[in-house]
C-alpha cells in the first residue's frame, strides 16, 4: 500500500507551504544529532544557518513544535522547515498573472511567461501558486488547497486551471490523465509553407543531457502533435499546436525537429545558460485555450487567454 502524503502542521506564511524531509529509518543514526544529519544531506547551505534556524525555533516535528539546536536525529520522523534564504535574495519576476474564472470547484489563471506554476530551485515566492495564494479576493477559498491541475513551463505563457476544494480535485485531474482536455496553443516559428498542413508530428521523446532537456530517440512514438499553419506573416508565421499527448517540451522539440524552433526559445535547437533571463525576449508559445466536459455539470467548458503573442 502506498504510503499517504503527510499534511503539514504549520499555516502558510508570505503564501508558501514549509518544505518537509522524511528523515530515514536508519537505527545507526540514533542518538546523533539532527543537526550533522542536515548538514550532510544539504552540504550546500552552511552549517551556521542549519544552527542558526534550530536556534530561532525555525525547524519543527510533524506535531509543529520547534525543534532545539540539540534536537537528536529520530529514524522514521519528519521535520519541517521554510525556504526563507532562498526567498530572501528571489528576484521579482515583473510581469503579473489575471484570474479569468473562479467557481465552486476551480480557479482559471492568464499566467505570464517567465513565472513558474510552483515552488522549486531557485523559485519560491515569485510562482503562480504563491501569487495566487496571497490575492486578498481570493483568501475565502483556504489558499492552502490551491493545486494545479497540470504542467505549464516557465517560459510559457496563458491558461492553466487550479483546484481549491480537496473534495473534487480528483474529478478533475482524472479528465487530464484520460485525455479527456483539449489544449490549444499558438506559437511564432519560422514560416515554412512548404509543408501539407495539418501535420500529424508523432515521435518518442526522452530524457536528454543535460536532465533538463527532452531528446527525440529511435523507438516507437509515444508523443503526438498537431501543427496548423494558422496566419502567415511573412518570415515567422503564427502556428496553431494540439498536443494529443503532454510530454515535457514536446511542442518546442516537434518544432525544432521540423526546421522551425520557436522564436526566442531559450532551450531548443541551442541550450542558453539557465540564468540567462531576457524578459525583452520571451519564447513565443502561449497556451491559448482548454476545453473540456465539466465531471459535475456535465456542460462543456472552455477557457481562453486573453494575450497575444
Known amino acids: 500500500m502506498a504510503a499517504m502524503k503527510k499534511t503539514a502542521p504549520l499555516p502558510l506564511i508570505d503564501g508558501i507551504k514549509p518544505s518537509y524531509l522524511h528523515l530515514p529509518c536508519d537505527k545507526k543514526l540514533h542518538g546523533t544529532l539532527l543537526l550533522d544529519f542536515l548538514c550532510r544531506r544539504f552540504p550546500y547551505i552552511g552549517r551556521e544557518i542549519w544552527a542558526g534556524r534550530l ?5 519543527f516535528d ?3 513544535t520547534p525543534l532545539a539546536a540539540d534536537a537528536a536525529f529520530r ?87 487550479f ?14 490523465q484520460s485525455r479527456a482536455v483539449e489544449k490549444t496553443y499558438e506559437a511564432l516559428a519560422p514560416t515554412r509553407t512548404d509543408l501539407a498542413y495539418p501535420l500529424h508530428v508523432r515521435s518518442r ?24 499553419l494558422a496566419e502567415n506573416r511573412g518570415g515567422h508565421s503564427l502556428y496553431r499546436l494540439r498536443p494529443v ?29 539557465a540564468d540567462c533571463t531576457d524578459y525583452a525576449h520571451p519564447l513565443k508559445l502561449l497556451a491559448r485555450a482548454i476545453e473540456f466536459t465539466d465531471p459535475f455539470s456535465g456542460l462543456k467548458r472552455r477557457f481562453e487567454s486573453t494575450r497575444a503573442l
Not at 528576484?91 to 503579473?96: A, Y
Not at 503532454?246 to 541550450?271: F, S, T
Open 55 to 59: 536556534s530561532d525555533g525555525h525547524i
Open 62 to 64: 510533524e506535531a509543529g
Open 75 to 161: 529514524p522514521g520522523g519528519t521535520v519541517y522547515y521554510y525556504r526563507e534564504a532562498i526567498a530572501a535574495e528571489e528576484e521579482p519576476v515583473p510581469f503579473q498573472e489575471h484570474i479569468l474564472h473562479i467557481d465552486e470547484h476551480l480557479i482559471v489563471a492568464d499566467k505570464p511567461h517567465f513565472l513558474p506554476v510552483i515552488p522549486g530551485g531557485r523559485f519560491l515566492r515569485e510562482t503562480l501558486l504563491t501569487r495566487l495564494r496571497l490575492r486578498p479576493e481570493l483568501q475565502h477559498l483556504n489558499p492552502e488547497n490551491f493545486t494545479p491541475l497540470h504542467r505549464l513551463d516557465k517560459d510559457t505563457a496563458g491558461v492553466i486551471l
Open 163 to 176: 483546484a481549491h476544494r480537496p473534495e473534487s480535485r480528483r474529478a478533475y485531474q482524472t479528465l487530464f
Open 205 to 228: 521523446l526522452e530524457r536528454g543531457e543535460p536532465f533538463y532537456l527532452t531528446r527525440q530517440a529511435e523507438g516507437e512514438a509515444n508523443s503526438h502533435t498537431i501543427i496548423e
Open 245 to 273: 499527448s503532454g510530454k515535457k517540451h514536446q511542442l518546442r522539440v516537434h518544432m525544432a525537429a521540423l526546421g522551425m524552433p520557436l522564436l526566442n526559445d531559450p532551450l531548443y535547437p541551442d541550450p542558453q545558460p
